[in-house]
């Protein structure tokens, strides 16, 4: 095994694995720019049940709400995919990292404060192990295929009196390549956000257009954040003694930004490689588990580039009865499976 494990970056992605790899007796090095790890503006989280239960630690005290489903608003028609069971999770993802970085944080050689340049990077023995976000300076250092495509995201924080048990998603043009969304935080509060391609317009500006188009109205923002979404994977994301997890490497999903479930999901490899000294495992076994999936998760993005089109295809997903199917057995985190899952009906 490495006699030195460096993790730089504390955000969900490296406290995650610093807590998988503490729960199989490692103890790395965790290095964080934020002198707090309750500063920041973490959005809201919304994870799967699946995902949820893959975290791997009691995370019961993040919780702030449960989602059945899903509206989706197109052209001014709204088509509803709605469980009887709970289907997701609403996280607030500051609490997440706290309770993560409480369970972390005696049993790891921890740098609070630090923000480590190219040059100290490149000083370090040992694995390195960048999990330093989208703008990752692991990945330029050591000259990973670069990330291409990003979402701008803008969202605003709401005190709003609410019951939902659904979030609601707006495809427009205002949000070309992803969607606007309203969100319950718990029954005090939403979120509503928008991102929108990088290549077509201001998030900003697209999130005021959001609300004027669609007639919504929540009072006076308690806060707003501007951000980025990875949405495309880097196509290599381990090399010699450096591997790339998270946003830093673009693992997020291709049809809602998300990179919580996929962390659960590929951490095990992570353990594995890291474990045996073979980073080579983590990449391979990350990529056949997601291979299909983003295929196809990333031909349904297609879709959202246009409303028109977006608009048709739910057209005719409900007309076959794909959304009544979705809504009895979909998975929110992977289409093949809610699709094998339709066919058999189980
Ligand atoms: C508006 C919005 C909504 C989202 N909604 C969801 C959702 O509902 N569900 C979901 O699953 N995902 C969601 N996501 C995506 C999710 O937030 C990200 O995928 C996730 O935060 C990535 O975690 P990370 O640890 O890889 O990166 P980050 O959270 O960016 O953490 C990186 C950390 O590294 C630190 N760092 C960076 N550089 C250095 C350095 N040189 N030295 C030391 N420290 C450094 C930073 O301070 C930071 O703490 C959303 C994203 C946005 C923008």
Same mark, same amino acid.
């Given at each position: 095994?490495?006699?030195?494990?460096?993790?730089?970056?504390?955000?969900?992605?490296?406290?995650?694995?610093?807590? /998988?790899?503490?729960?199989?007796?490692?103890?790395?090095?965790?290095?964080?720019?934020?002198?707090?790890?309750?500063?920041?503006?973490?959005?809201?989280?919304? @994870?799967?049940?699946?995902?949820?239960?893959?975290?791997?630690?009691?995370?019961?005290?993040?919780?702030?709400?449960?989602?059945?489903?899903?509206?989706?608003?197109?052209?001014?028609?709204?088509?509803?995919?709605?469980?009887?069971?709970?289907?997701?999770?609403?996280?607030?993802?500051?609490?997440?990292?706290?309770?993560?970085?409480?369970?972390?944080?005696?049993?790891?050689?921890?740098?609070?404060?630090?923000?480590?340049?190219?040059?100290?990077?490149?000083?370090?023995?040992?694995?390195?192990?960048?999990?330093?976000?989208?703008?990752?300076? @692991?990945?330029?250092?050591?000259?990973?295929?670069?990330?291409?495509?990003?979402?701008?995201?803008?969202?605003?924080?709401?005190?709003?009196?609410?019951?939902?048990?659904?979030?609601?998603?707006?495809?427009?043009?205002?949000?070309?390549?992803?969607?606007?969304?309203?969100?319950?935080?718990?029954?005090?509060?939403?979120?509503?956000?928008?991102?929108?391609?990088?290549?077509?317009?201001?998030?900003? &500006?697209?999130?005021?257009?959001?609300?004027?188009?669609?007639?919504?109205?929540?009072? &006076?923002?308690?806060?707003?954040?501007?951000?980025?979404?990875?949405?495309?994977?880097?196509?290599?994301? @381990?090399?010699?003694?450096?591997?790339?997890?998270?946003?830093?490497?673009?693992?997020?999903?291709?049809?809602?930004?998300?990179?919580?479930?996929?962390?659960?999901?590929?951490?095990?490899?992570?353990?594995?490689?890291?474990?045996?000294?073979?980073?080579?495992?983590?990449? /391979?076994?990350?990529?056949?588990?997601?291979?299909?999936?983003?295929?196809?998760? /990333?031909? @349904?993005?297609?879709?959202?580039?246009?409303? /028109?089109?977006?608009?048709?295809?739910?057209?005719?997903?409900?007309?076959?009865g794909l959304?009544n199917g979705l809504?009895k057995y979909?998975?929110?985190?992977?289409?093949?499976?809610?699709?094998?899952?339709i066919?058999?009906?189980?």
């Amino acid at each position: 095994m490495y006699k030195e494990i460096h993790i730089i970056g504390a955000g969900v992605a490296g406290l995650l694995l610093a807590n /998988n790899m503490i729960n199989n007796g490692i103890k790395p090095n965790v290095y964080e720019q934020k002198k707090d790890i309750k500063e920041g503006n973490e959005p809201s989280g919304i @994870v799967s049940i699946e995902a949820y239960n893959r975290l791997g630690f009691d995370a019961r005290e993040a919780v702030m709400g449960s989602l059945y489903g899903a509206r989706l608003h197109v052209n001014k028609k709204t088509f509803i995919i709605e469980s009887k069971e709970k289907r997701a999770i609403v996280l607030d993802r500051t609490k997440l990292n706290e309770i993560l970085f409480k369970s972390i944080k005696d049993k790891t050689n921890l740098v609070m404060g630090k923000r480590l340049d190219s040059n100290a990077i490149k000083g370090l023995k040992g694995l390195i192990v960048g999990a330093d976000g989208y703008t990752s300076i @692991v990945a330029n250092t050591f000259g990973f295929p670069p990330i291409n495509r990003f979402i701008l995201t803008y969202r605003a924080e709401y005190d709003f009196k609410n019951n939902e048990k659904l979030v609601d998603l707006y495809f427009g043009e205002y949000s070309k390549g992803l969607f606007a969304w309203v969100s319950p935080e718990g029954n005090k509060e939403i979120e509503v956000g928008i991102g929108i391609d990088s290549r077509y317009g201001n998030a900003k &500006k697209m999130f005021e257009r959001f609300l004027k188009e669609e007639n919504l109205d929540f009072g &006076k923002p308690k806060k707003e954040y501007a951000y980025a979404i990875p949405m495309e994977w880097r196509k290599r994301f @381990v090399k010699d003694n450096v591997l790339l997890i998270g946003d830093a490497a673009g693992q997020t999903k291709p049809i809602s930004g998300g990179g919580i479930s996929m962390l659960t999901k590929i951490m095990p490899f992570a353990i594995e490689a890291i474990k045996k000294e073979k980073l080579s495992i983590y990449e /391979n076994k990350v990529k056949k588990l997601l291979k299909k999936e983003l295929f196809i998760q /990333n031909r @349904v993005r297609w879709y959202y580039y246009s409303k /028109n089109r977006m608009y048709y295809l739910l057209k005719f997903a409900n007309s076959i009865g794909l959304l009544n199917g979705l809504s009895k057995y979909g998975i929110m985190d992977s289409l093949t499976t809610s699709f094998k899952r339709i066919i058999l009906r189980r």
